[in-house]
C-alpha cells in the first residue's frame, strides 16, 4: 500500500507541474513585463542578481524584506556558472517567476509531508484522501495563482510550512530557523512561528489536562456546574498550570528557539519603527475586526463541500434555538464590530483588476444595510469551521483562533491572498475528508481556476488614461 501511494503521489507531482510549465509558458508569453505588484519586485530582484546590494538601490515602494529576491539569487546565480548564461538571462523576467514555479513543486511535497504527520495512517482510504487532499491544495485558486507571478507568497507558504513541519517533528531549532527565513519573505509570517509555540505548549497542556481530568474521575470530585463551567475549569487549569516553575520551565526548554526569534522581531520593529518598511503610508495597522467575518466566508466559500451541507445547517439552527440568548449577544456583537470597525482602504476602491474590487462595489457598496444582513451567513461559517476542528484539543484551537486574529485583524487591506496562509493551516488539521467531497472541491478549484486564467490571459482591457495592458487577477 505504501508502494503504491508513493506511486500515485509521483503522478499526481508530475501531472501538476507538467499543466503548471504550460500555464508558465502562456503567463510567460502573455507577459512580457511586470505586471501589477511585479514593477517593484522584479527590478530590486535584477539589482540584487547584478550585485547591488546597497540600501541606496532599495525601492522605498517595497514594503516586505528581501528573502524572496536572496533566494532568487541563490537560485538562478548559479545557472550562470554552471551553464555559461549570460546574466541578462538569469536575472531575466522568466528565470526571477520561474522561482516561484521551484517553490510550488516544493509546496506540493511539504503539503504532502503534511498530510502524513497530523492526519492519521491507520484507514485504509487514507492514502488516496492524503494524495487528493495535497492535490487539492496545491491547487488553491488564490494561491495556485501567484506560483505564476513574481509575488512573494510562494515562498513565503513553503518556509512557512516547513517550520511547520519540523515543529510537529520536535526539530525546533530547524523550526525556527525557518521561520526566520519565512519572516524575511513576509514580517506577518512571525504569527506562525508564535503558532508553533502554541501548537507545543497545546500538547503539554493537553497531556496535563487529561491527567487533571484522570484524576478527578479517581477522586470523584463535584464538577462545576453553570452556563460557564467548562470554560470556568480550563480557566482554572491554565491559571494552576501557569503557576508551576516546573511547568513553565519545560516549555521554555522546548521553544527557547521561537521565543528567540519573537525577541529578535520586537528589536526589529523597536529599530525599523513599525513592521512595515518603505511605504508604511498605504500599510497602516487597524482593528479591522470585520477582516476574520471575510475570512470565515473565504473558507467557507473555498470549504463548501465540508463546511456546507443540510445536516450541518439543521445542526446550527437546532443549537441556535437551544442557546439562542448566546447567539442573540454574539449577533450584536457582530453587527457593532461592523457598523465601528469596517474600513475600507483606498486601494480597494481605486484598482479594479482586483476581484475584491468587485466584490466590495457590487456586494457591501451598493446597498449599506448589506453587511449587517451578512451576520448570520458570518456566524454560521465561523461556528463550521469551529466545529470542524473539533477533533483538535480546546488548547490548539485557542492557540489558532488567536494567531489567525492577529494576522487577519490588523490588515486595512481586503486582499484575499491575505488569506491564504491561515487556511492552508486550517485545511491541514480538519479531519480527511471522503473522496467524494475531495473530488468535489478538486473540480470547484479546477473551475474557478480555469475561469480566473482565462480571464487574466484573454479578457484584458485598458484605462482611459493610460496605453498599457490591464488584466483581472486575484
Known amino acids: 500500500m505504501a508502494q503504491l501511494e508513493g506511486y500515485y503521489f509521483s503522478a499526481a507531482l508530475s501531472c501538476t507541474f507538467l499543466v503548471s510549465c504550460l500555464l508558465f509558458s502562456a503567463f510567460s508569453r502573455a507577459l512580457r513585463e511586470p505586471y501589477m505588484d511585479e514593477i517593484f519586485h522584479l527590478p530590486q530582484a535584477q539589482r540584487y542578481c547584478e550585485g547591488h546590494f546597497s540600501l541606496s538601490q532599495w525601492d522605498p515602494m517595497i514594503t516586505t524584506l528581501p528573502g524572496l529576491y536572496l533566494v532568487s539569487v541563490g537560485v538562478v546565480k548559479p545557472a550562470s556558472w554552471i551553464f555559461g548564461w549570460s546574466e541578462h538571462v538569469v536575472c531575466s523576467i522568466g528565470m526571477l517567476r520561474f522561482v516561484n514555479l521551484l517553490f510550488s513543486v516544493g509546496n506540493f511535497y511539504l503539503l504532502y509531508l503534511l498530510f502524513r504527520k497530523v492526519q492519521p495512517r491507520n484507514k485504509a482510504g487514507s492514502s488516496i484522501q492524503r494524495i487528493l487532499s495535497t492535490l487539492t491544495l496545491a491547487v488553491f485558486p488564490t494561491l495556485y495563482f501567484f506560483n505564476f507571478l513574481y509575488y512573494t507568497e510562494a515562498g513565503s507558504l513553503f518556509f512557512t510550512l516547513f517550520a511547520y513541519l519540523m515543529c510537529l517533528y520536535g526539530n525546533h531549532k530547524t523550526s525556527a530557523l525557518l521561520g526566520f527565513c519565512g519572516f524575511m519573505f513576509r514580517q506577518t509570517n512571525i504569527i506562525w512561528a508564535v503558532f508553533c509555540i502554541g501548537n507545543v505548549s497545546a500538547q503539554k497542556l493537553t497531556e496535563a489536562w487529561k491527567t487533571e481530568l484522570q484524576k478527578k474521575k479517581e477522586e470523584r470530585l463535584p464538577s462545576i456546574k453553570g452556563p460557564f463551567s467548562e470554560f470556568r475549569k480550563i480557566l482554572q487549569f491554565l491559571l494552576a498550570y501557569s503557576m508551576s516553575f516546573k511547568n513553565l520551565n519545560i516549555l521554555f ?222
Open 253 to 474: 526548554l522546548l521553544t527557547w528557539p521561537y521565543i528567540l526569534l519573537v525577541f529578535l522581531f520586537c528589536v526589529f520593529v523597536v529599530v525599523n519603527g513599525g513592521i512595515v518598511i518603505g511605504d508604511r503610508s498605504s500599510h497602516e495597522a487597524c482593528l479591522h475586526f470585520p477582516q476574520l467575518f471575510y475570512f470565515f466566508s473565504f473558507t467557507l466559500f473555498f470549504s463548501f463541500p465540508h463546511l456546507l451541507s443540510p445536516s450541518k445547517i439543521k445542526t446550527f439552527l437546532c443549537l441556535v434555538w437551544k442557546r439562542r440568548i448566546q447567539f442573540f449577544v454574539i449577533t450584536l456583537v457582530s453587527v457593532f464590530l461592523i457598523w465601528k470597525f469596517t474600513y475600507v482602504h483606498k486601494y480597494l476602491l481605486a484598482d479594479n483588476r482586483h476581484y475584491t474590487f468587485y466584490v466590495w462595489k457590487r456586494v457591501f457598496q451598493r446597498y449599506e444595510i448589506v453587511k449587517y444582513l451578512l451576520v448570520p451567513v458570518y456566524i454560521f461559517a465561523g461556528w463550521s469551521i469551529a466545529d470542524s476542528l473539533k477533533s483538535k484539543s480546546i488548547f490548539w484551537n485557542l492557540m489558532f483562533f488567536i494567531c489567525l486574529f492577529t494576522v487577519t485583524v490588523p490588515q486595512k487591506l481586503l486582499e484575499f491572498r491575505y488569506f491564504v496562509l491561515p487556511y492552508v493551516i486550517y485545511r491541514l488539521n480538519i479531519p480527511l475528508p471522503t473522496t467524494f467531497r475531495l473530488l468535489c472541491e478538486l473540480a470547484c478549484y479546477a473551475i474557478v481556476n480555469s475561469l480566473t486564467f482565462y480571464i487574466f490571459l484573454n479578457k484584458t482591457f485598458q484605462w482611459p488614461n493610460s496605453q498599457d495592458i490591464q488584466r483581472f487577477m486575484w
